[in-house]
Nanobody
Framework: QVQLVESGGGLVQPGESLRLSCAAS????????MGWYRQGPGKQRDLVAT???????NYADSVKGRFTISRDNAKNTVYLQMNSLKPEDTAVYYC?????????WGQGTQVTVSS
């Protein structure tokens, strides 16, 4: 069983930045493919960014150039640096891990972008 714990959400104004963190349990974190998804009010859960064990990244078009996903295998943590935040980025952000075809999810962290 893998546990994922997100942190770093909050209330910010448009144009500001936040960094989300997702700490994962397990001794082979470096082999996990990790991702961030988000679910806005009344919307489905959508992909934000993913990173493979080999550090290949992929981003949703809506966040390209503004968000950066990274990982620190020594800390079992994946990050999502979010810059130039917009009101439409408001959502609950979820971390996930794909391990041997099983997808694990964290509990989510709220990000609100509002003036």
């Amino acid at each position: 069983q893998v546990q994922l714990v997100e942190s770093g959400g909050g209330l910010v104004q448009p144009g500001e930045s936040l960094r989300l963190s997702c700490a994962a349990s397990g001794s082979i974190f470096r082999t996990y493919a990790m991702g961030w998804y988000r679910q806005g009010p009344g919307k489905q859960r959508d992909l934000v960014a993913t990173i493979t064990s080999g550090d290949t990244t992929n981003y949703a078009d809506s966040v390209k150039g503004r968000f950066t996903i990274s990982r620190d295998n020594a800390k079992n943590t994946v990050y999502l640096q979010m810059n130039s935040l917009k009101p439409e980025d408001t959502a609950v952000y979820y971390c996930n891990a794909l391990i041997n075809t099983i997808l694990y999810w964290g509990q989510g962290t709220q990000v609100t972008v509002s003036s």
